[in-house]
């Protein structure tokens, strides 16, 4: 008696990625760049732009001298880096 041959399948292809977790909603994926830079942004400018009381009048004081408005003036500030 000769042992009977076994057909074999092919092997399935590999998914590129997991298969998606328990909850997932089977929305698009997200940028690994683009997670959280928005929060993180938003907050970073917050803090830019707040300021103690004091710092806030005199840049106020300086930027009716200049005939700038306060925020114009703490804006430069912000993006040179320096005073006018």
Do not use: F
Not at 44 to 52: F, G, V
């Amino acid at each position: 008696m000769t042992p009977r041959r076994r057909h074999r399948l092919p092997p399935l292809p590999l998914p590129e990625a997991p298969p998606p977790r328990i909850g997932h909603n089977g929305g698009p994926p997200l940028d690994p760049d683009e997670t959280g830079r928005l929060h993180l942004w938003r907050r970073a400018s917050k803090r830019a732009w707040a300021a103690p009381r004091e710092v806030m009048l005199s840049r106020l004081a300086r930027a009716e001298t200049l005939g700038m408005s306060y925020r114009e003036y703490t804006l430069e500030i912000l993006e040179r880096g320096k005073y006018l």
